[in-house]
């Protein structure tokens, strides 16, 4: 029996990255059949909307989906395809997990940081309009059921994985209502966690600060949509960068597994890119369908073979290629274990584990 999934290549680099992917998840044991989308700006002409009806119907019956970067145009033109599919498909929880990988030049070799986001509202609700013509006004939701769901998701995750502490990341201190109800929201919720997991806040400005200069402080973060973005690119920066950034956007009825870079217009097709960030998106979606030993030997697969260092692309310091790192990583699996061998899933996890 194989797992049927979402497979959404996305557009600039996304499609050289979805297929190394595809061949190293088809590697892994677990028989996947994939049901290829396509959504974004080729696909306007035809359909009249970058993200059509059919591949979020897609999504919906497969309840799991992989995808590659998608171009949203600055400024003009339609809004982020990668916001509207998780607002429509109230994928509530942005989970991208930041930890060193050995053999990467970095600043911190032990940083296991992972960052739970908001994925609904706060400044990401695309309510935005002209006062007049020379400002402009856009508006921050956030509310207590939102906040809650995301800071509960959090303690799950952190209680579900072994996971000492959640700090909730905010801005309280300024913006009284709006992030005064963020933090207020995560503190009930650590309640109820009381002598399980630790909780503590931090003001977002500080937050950076203190990421830079001691990430070992830090375990689970949880944060409102739009410093969640900008928290969680600081911490793939702290590991190696965005090319090796995985991430998860999961809800009540089913999850979105990309990368947390974008589309790199200006390297699509050269087969130059780094796909370990989407290839780790796919450990976590492996951990998702509950295959965690599959998830564990593939992760294993791709560090063992960035810390070789022979087939790693140019921001990794190599000189490597997109698909020759897939091969690697293919013949790692091989050299490893019995890959090709069909696997039966085990309980499906809630909260994809980020290690
Ligand atoms: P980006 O992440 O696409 O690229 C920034 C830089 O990071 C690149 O120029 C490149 O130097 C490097 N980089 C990113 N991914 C890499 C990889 N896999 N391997 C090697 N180097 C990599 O960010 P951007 O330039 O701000 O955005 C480009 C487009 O992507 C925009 O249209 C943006 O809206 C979109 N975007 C989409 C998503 C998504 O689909 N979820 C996320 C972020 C940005």
């Excluded at 402080?217 to 969640?228: E, I, K, M, Q, R």
């Excluded at 969680?232 to 597994?257: M, R």
């Excluded at 294993?300 to 022979?310: H, M, Y």
Aim: aromatic residues 6%.
């Amino acid at each position: 029996m194989s797992r049927t999934v979402t497979l959404i290549p996305g557009d600039g680099i996304g499609p050289e990255l979805a297929e190394a992917t595809r061949r190293v998840l088809d590697a892994s044991g677990v028989a996947f059949a994939w049901e290829v989308q396509d959504a974004g700006e080729g696909v306007m002409a035809q359909y009249g909307t970058p993200l059509p009806e059919h591949v979020l119907e897609s999504i919906r019956r497969n309840k799991v989906a992989i995808k590659g970067p998608i171009t949203t145009p600055i400024g003009e033109g339609f809004r982020s395809v990668n916001v509207t599919l998780r607002q429509a498909l109230n994928l509530y929880a942005n989970l991208r997990p930041a930890r060193s990988i050995r053999g990467l030049e970095s600043r911190y070799e032990d940083v296991d940081l992972v960052i739970v986001r908001e994925n609904t509202e706060d400044l990401y609700a695309g309510i935005e309009h002209m006062v007049g013509r020379d400002a402009a006004e856009s508006i921050k939701i956030i509310t207590r059921a939102a906040s809650e769901r995301i800071a509960r998701f959090a303690f799950e995750y952190a209680v579900a994985n072994g996971r000492r502490k959640v700090t909730a990341v905010h801005k309280a201190n300024i913006m009284k209502l709006t992030d005064g109800l963020f933090l207020e929201a995560c503190r009930t919720v650590a309640e109820g966690y009381a002598g399980r997991v630790e909780f503590e806040d931090r003001i977002v400005d500080n937050m950076c600060m203190q990421l830079v200069q001691k990430p070992d402080l830090y375990d689970v973060l949880v944060l409102p949509n739009l410093y969640g973005d900008i928290v969680s690119d600081l911490a793939a920066g702290l590991v190696g960068g965005l090319g090796v950034a995985p991430g998860a956007n999961i809800g009540e009825d089913g999850a979105v597994f990309e990368a947390v870079h974008g589309s790199a217009p200006k390297y699509a097709g050269q087969n130059k890119a780094n796909p370990t960030a989407l290839m780790l998106s796919g450990v976590l979606m492996l951990r998702h369908l509950g295959y965690p030993a599959v998830a564990d030997r593939v992760e294993t697969a791709i560090r063992d073979v960035i810390a070789e260092g022979r087939a790693t692309t140019y921001d990794l310091g190599g000189d490597g290629t997109t698909s020759g790192f897939a091969d690697a990583v293919i013949a790692q699996l091989e050299a490893a274990g019995p890959a090709g061998r069909a696997v039966t899933a085990s309980t499906a996890t809630v909260a994809t584990a980020g290690r």
